[in-house]
T-cell receptor
Framework: GQQVMQIPQYQHVQEGEDFTTYCNSS?????IQWYKQRPGGHPVFLIQ?????EVKKQKRLTFQFGEAKKNSSLHITATQTTDVGTYFC????????????FGSGTQLTVLP | DSGVTQTPKHLITATGQRVTLRCSPR?????VYWYQQSLDQGLQFLIQ???????AKGNILERFSAQQFPDLHSELNLSSLELGDSALYFC????????????FGPGTRLTVT
């Protein structure tokens, strides 16, 4: 089945530093979603990207979908302690099996 | 609060036993998804129901089964439990049959001893 690779697995940053997590697929994706899971919490939907080369911003968060629709990134500018959590990408293949496949997640720790 | 409810919050049971996890989707959502999240692991898709019918199947063991009832709530049945089944089980719902943005419940933490 489809696999979505997400890197890095862990990231520690000092508060105020930037953070980026990447999601890659060997197959063309129909769209990609990003979720955030706080420690002890449940995944919360952040955004969905559909178009090739799409860029969306939510305050300090910038989401990009690659031109070939095989990769995506989430960039956080000037991290804050409230950004702590695990960020997951979730992709839907362009094939007939329209399941949502989650990446393994990037666990972000922000040091004060 | 996502609007998705799951019960129970915690469940401790012994190997070989059978448990049922319950999920009520957001009002108006027709699709329900079940995921398993083991410690430090990602989200493994188990199964999806849409308006009472099975829509997609992921890595769900034969010992596990699910159903969605006419009132759209769903139950995940886990039988012949093994230690390795200990995990967080999340239910999510979405409005459509396709996997649009999903709203997750708080999860049920299952511990098999």
């Amino acid at each position: 089945g489809q696999q979505v690779m997400q890197i890095p697995q862990y990231q520690h940053v000092q508060e105020g530093e930037d953070f980026t997590t990447y999601c890659n697929s060997s197959t063309t994706l129909s769209n990609i979603q990003w979720y955030k899971q706080r420690p002890g919490g449940h995944p919360v939907f952040l955004i969905q990207l559909v178009k090739s080369g799409e860029v969306k911003k939510q305050k300090r968060l910038t989401f990009q979908f690659g031109e070939a629709k095989k990769n995506s990134s989430l960039h956080i500018t000037a991290t804050q302690t409230t950004d702590v959590g695990t960020y997951f990408c979730a992709a839907i293949s362009s094939g007939s099996a329209r399941q949502l496949t989650f990446g393994s997640g990037t666990q972000l720790t922000v040091l004060p | 609060d996502s609007g998705v409810t799951q019960t129970p919050k915690h469940l401790i049971t012994a190997t070989g036993q059978r448990v049922t996890l319950r999920c009520s989707p957001r009002s108006g959502d027709l699709s329900v998804y079940w995921y398993q999240q083991s410690l430090d692991q990602g989200l493994q898709f188990l199964i999806q129901y849409y308006n009472g019918e099975e829509r997609a199947k992921g890595n769900i063991l034969e010992r596990f089964s699910a159903q969605q009832f006419p009132d759209l709530h769903s139950e995940l049945n886990l039988s012949s439990l093994e230690l390795g089944d200990s995990a967080l089980y999340f239910c999510a719902s979405s409005a459509q049959g396709q996997p649009y943005e999903q709203y997750f419940g708080p999860g049920t933490r299952l511990t098999v001893t």
